[in-house]
T-cell receptor
Framework: RKEVEQDPGPFNVPEGATVAFNCTYS??????FFWYRQDCRKEPKLLMS???SGNEDGRFTAQLNRASQYISLLIRDSKLSDSATYLCVVSAMDSSYKLIFGSGTRLLVRP | GAGVSQTPSNKVTEKGKYVELRCDPISGHTALYWYRQSLGQGPEFLIY????????DSGLPNDRFFAVRPEGSVSTLKIQRTERGDSAVYLC????????????FGPGTRLTVL
Protein backbone atom coordinates (compact mmCIF):
# COMPACT_ATOMS: atom_id res chain seq x y z
CA ARG A 1 0.00 0.00 0.00
CA LYS A 2 1.36 3.43 -0.90
CA GLU A 3 1.99 5.87 1.93
CA VAL A 4 0.01 8.60 0.16
CA GLU A 5 -2.90 7.67 -2.08
CA GLN A 6 -4.73 9.87 -4.54
CA ASP A 7 -7.30 9.38 -7.28
CA PRO A 8 -5.28 9.83 -10.48
CA GLY A 9 -8.21 11.38 -12.37
CA PRO A 10 -8.30 13.07 -14.77
CA PHE A 11 -10.94 15.41 -13.50
CA ASN A 12 -12.37 17.19 -16.54
CA VAL A 13 -14.38 20.27 -15.52
CA PRO A 14 -15.69 23.41 -17.23
CA GLU A 15 -14.33 26.83 -16.39
CA GLY A 16 -15.99 28.23 -13.31
CA ALA A 17 -16.67 24.85 -11.75
CA THR A 18 -15.78 23.86 -8.22
CA VAL A 19 -13.65 20.74 -7.93
CA ALA A 20 -12.39 18.79 -4.92
CA PHE A 21 -9.49 16.39 -4.60
CA ASN A 22 -8.89 13.99 -1.75
CA CYS A 23 -5.91 12.11 -0.49
CA THR A 24 -5.27 9.62 2.30
CA TYR A 25 -2.02 8.90 4.10
CA SER A 26 -1.04 5.79 6.02
CA UNK A 27 1.52 7.01 8.57
CA UNK A 28 -0.21 8.45 11.61
CA UNK A 29 3.13 10.01 12.63
CA UNK A 30 2.98 12.36 9.65
CA UNK A 31 3.27 15.91 10.86
CA UNK A 32 3.36 18.23 7.87
CA PHE A 33 1.01 18.28 4.92
CA PHE A 34 1.12 20.09 1.61
CA TRP A 35 -0.40 20.38 -1.81
CA TYR A 36 2.04 20.83 -4.69
CA ARG A 37 1.16 21.69 -8.26
CA GLN A 38 3.04 20.22 -11.21
CA ASP A 39 2.56 21.37 -14.78
CA CYS A 40 3.34 18.98 -17.61
CA ARG A 41 7.10 18.33 -17.86
CA LYS A 42 7.82 20.94 -15.18
CA GLU A 43 8.98 20.77 -11.59
CA PRO A 44 6.59 20.56 -8.62
CA LYS A 45 5.82 23.86 -6.91
CA LEU A 46 4.33 24.37 -3.49
CA LEU A 47 0.68 25.39 -3.75
CA MET A 48 -0.12 25.53 -0.05
CA SER A 49 0.54 23.98 3.32
CA UNK A 50 -2.35 22.24 5.05
CA UNK A 51 -3.22 22.82 8.69
CA UNK A 52 -5.62 21.05 11.04
CA SER A 53 -7.70 24.20 11.29
CA GLY A 54 -8.04 24.35 7.53
CA ASN A 55 -6.67 27.16 5.42
CA GLU A 56 -7.69 29.18 2.43
CA ASP A 57 -5.68 31.01 -0.21
CA GLY A 58 -7.91 32.82 -2.67
CA ARG A 59 -9.88 30.22 -4.61
CA PHE A 60 -8.07 27.32 -2.92
CA THR A 61 -9.09 25.74 0.38
CA ALA A 62 -7.23 22.88 2.06
CA GLN A 63 -8.46 20.72 4.92
CA LEU A 64 -6.80 18.10 7.11
CA ASN A 65 -8.59 15.40 9.10
CA ARG A 66 -5.98 13.73 11.32
CA ALA A 67 -8.42 11.20 12.77
CA SER A 68 -9.26 9.88 9.30
CA GLN A 69 -5.79 10.60 7.89
CA TYR A 70 -7.38 12.47 5.05
CA ILE A 71 -6.43 15.67 3.21
CA SER A 72 -8.54 17.62 0.76
CA LEU A 73 -8.14 20.47 -1.70
CA LEU A 74 -11.05 22.50 -3.00
CA ILE A 75 -10.71 24.77 -6.02
CA ARG A 76 -13.52 27.25 -6.63
CA ASP A 77 -14.24 29.10 -9.87
CA SER A 78 -11.78 26.97 -11.88
CA LYS A 79 -9.62 28.73 -14.46
CA LEU A 80 -8.05 27.27 -17.57
CA SER A 81 -4.69 27.95 -15.93
CA ASP A 82 -5.57 25.60 -13.06
CA SER A 83 -5.06 22.65 -15.42
CA ALA A 84 -2.18 20.70 -13.89
CA THR A 85 -1.41 17.70 -11.70
CA TYR A 86 -1.97 18.24 -7.98
CA LEU A 87 0.32 16.29 -5.68
CA CYS A 88 -0.60 15.49 -2.11
CA VAL A 89 2.51 15.50 0.11
CA VAL A 90 3.24 14.53 3.70
CA SER A 91 6.34 14.46 5.87
CA ALA A 92 7.07 12.62 9.11
CA MET A 93 7.93 14.18 12.44
CA ASP A 94 11.33 12.53 12.68
CA SER A 95 12.30 13.26 9.08
CA SER A 96 10.40 16.36 8.11
CA TYR A 97 12.86 17.04 5.29
CA LYS A 98 11.70 13.87 3.51
CA LEU A 99 8.65 14.72 1.43
CA ILE A 100 6.44 11.77 0.53
CA PHE A 101 4.42 12.44 -2.59
CA GLY A 102 1.24 10.89 -3.85
CA SER A 103 1.05 10.01 -7.53
CA GLY A 104 -0.99 13.11 -8.24
CA THR A 105 -4.47 13.97 -9.47
CA ARG A 106 -4.71 15.41 -12.94
CA LEU A 107 -7.09 18.33 -13.50
CA LEU A 108 -8.23 19.50 -16.92
CA VAL A 109 -10.28 22.71 -17.04
CA ARG A 110 -12.04 23.16 -20.37
CA PRO A 111 -13.43 26.41 -21.86
CA GLY B 1 16.90 35.67 -8.06
CA ALA B 2 18.00 32.48 -9.74
CA GLY B 3 16.25 29.28 -8.82
CA VAL B 4 17.63 25.75 -8.64
CA SER B 5 19.31 24.76 -11.88
CA GLN B 6 20.10 21.29 -13.16
CA THR B 7 22.24 20.08 -16.00
CA PRO B 8 21.88 18.46 -18.38
CA SER B 9 18.16 18.87 -18.97
CA ASN B 10 18.13 15.61 -20.91
CA LYS B 11 20.55 12.71 -20.90
CA VAL B 12 20.35 9.64 -23.11
CA THR B 13 22.76 6.84 -22.35
CA GLU B 14 23.23 3.18 -23.00
CA LYS B 15 22.73 0.41 -20.49
CA GLY B 16 25.88 -0.14 -18.47
CA LYS B 17 27.26 3.39 -18.84
CA TYR B 18 28.10 5.85 -16.07
CA VAL B 19 26.27 9.18 -15.76
CA GLU B 20 26.61 12.31 -13.65
CA LEU B 21 23.77 14.73 -13.01
CA ARG B 22 24.48 18.17 -11.61
CA CYS B 23 22.46 20.43 -9.35
CA ASP B 24 23.09 24.09 -8.51
CA PRO B 25 20.95 25.06 -5.51
CA ILE B 26 19.64 28.51 -4.70
CA SER B 27 22.50 30.61 -3.39
CA GLY B 28 22.70 30.47 0.41
CA HIS B 29 20.58 27.35 0.78
CA THR B 30 22.35 24.86 3.02
CA ALA B 31 19.97 21.95 2.50
CA LEU B 32 19.83 20.02 -0.76
CA TYR B 33 17.70 17.06 -1.78
CA TRP B 34 17.53 14.64 -4.69
CA TYR B 35 14.29 12.98 -5.77
CA ARG B 36 13.44 10.66 -8.64
CA GLN B 37 10.15 10.81 -10.53
CA SER B 38 9.05 7.95 -12.75
CA LEU B 39 6.29 8.37 -15.32
CA GLY B 40 2.88 8.70 -13.73
CA GLN B 41 4.27 8.77 -10.20
CA GLY B 42 5.10 11.42 -7.66
CA PRO B 43 8.72 12.23 -6.83
CA GLU B 44 10.49 9.75 -4.51
CA PHE B 45 13.11 10.87 -2.01
CA LEU B 46 16.68 9.75 -2.67
CA ILE B 47 19.07 11.73 -0.44
CA TYR B 48 19.31 14.82 1.77
CA UNK B 49 22.43 16.92 2.26
CA UNK B 50 22.97 19.36 5.08
CA UNK B 51 26.02 21.34 4.07
CA UNK B 52 28.64 18.96 2.70
CA UNK B 53 27.39 15.85 4.43
CA UNK B 54 24.69 13.39 3.45
CA UNK B 55 22.34 13.49 6.43
CA UNK B 56 20.03 10.81 5.01
CA ASP B 57 20.75 8.61 2.00
CA SER B 58 18.10 6.03 2.81
CA GLY B 59 16.27 6.60 -0.47
CA LEU B 60 19.15 5.62 -2.74
CA PRO B 61 17.92 2.41 -4.40
CA ASN B 62 21.25 0.54 -4.38
CA ASP B 63 25.00 1.03 -4.35
CA ARG B 64 25.10 2.03 -8.01
CA PHE B 65 23.81 5.42 -6.89
CA PHE B 66 26.03 7.92 -5.13
CA ALA B 67 25.86 11.66 -4.54
CA VAL B 68 28.35 14.25 -3.38
CA ARG B 69 28.33 17.89 -2.36
CA PRO B 70 31.99 18.62 -1.64
CA GLU B 71 31.79 22.35 -1.01
CA GLY B 72 28.29 22.55 0.37
CA SER B 73 26.81 24.09 -2.76
CA VAL B 74 26.75 22.21 -6.08
CA SER B 75 25.81 18.54 -5.88
CA THR B 76 26.40 15.69 -8.31
CA LEU B 77 24.34 12.52 -8.47
CA LYS B 78 26.33 9.67 -9.92
CA ILE B 79 24.88 6.49 -11.34
CA GLN B 80 27.13 3.57 -12.25
CA ARG B 81 26.28 0.71 -14.62
CA THR B 82 22.98 2.29 -15.60
CA GLU B 83 19.98 0.05 -16.14
CA ARG B 84 16.81 0.67 -18.16
CA GLY B 85 14.88 0.90 -14.90
CA ASP B 86 16.92 3.97 -13.95
CA SER B 87 15.10 5.97 -16.63
CA ALA B 88 13.23 8.77 -14.87
CA VAL B 89 13.33 12.49 -14.16
CA TYR B 90 15.85 13.28 -11.45
CA LEU B 91 14.79 16.34 -9.47
CA CYS B 92 16.96 18.40 -7.18
CA UNK B 93 15.55 20.71 -4.53
CA UNK B 94 17.06 23.09 -2.01
CA UNK B 95 15.83 24.82 1.11
CA UNK B 96 17.24 27.59 3.26
CA UNK B 97 18.32 25.64 6.32
CA UNK B 98 16.63 22.26 6.35
CA UNK B 99 13.65 20.53 7.95
CA UNK B 100 10.51 22.62 7.90
CA UNK B 101 11.68 25.01 5.20
CA UNK B 102 10.00 25.11 1.81
CA UNK B 103 11.81 23.01 -0.75
CA UNK B 104 12.30 24.66 -4.13
CA PHE B 105 12.66 22.26 -7.01
CA GLY B 106 14.80 22.51 -10.10
CA PRO B 107 13.50 21.63 -13.58
CA GLY B 108 14.99 18.14 -13.41
CA THR B 109 17.18 15.99 -15.63
CA ARG B 110 15.31 13.52 -17.80
CA LEU B 111 17.46 10.38 -17.95
CA THR B 112 16.78 7.77 -20.60
CA VAL B 113 18.71 4.53 -20.52
CA LEU B 114 18.49 2.60 -23.78
Amino acid sequence: RKEVEQDPGPFNVPEGATVAFNCTYSNSASQSFFWYRQDCRKEPKLLMSVYSSGNEDGRFTAQLNRASQYISLLIRDSKLSDSATYLCVVSAMDSSYKLIFGSGTRLLVRP
Amino acid sequence: GAGVSQTPSNKVTEKGKYVELRCDPISGHTALYWYRQSLGQGPEFLIYFQGTGAADDSGLPNDRFFAVRPEGSVSTLKIQRTERGDSAVYLCASSLTGPGDEQFFGPGTRLTVL
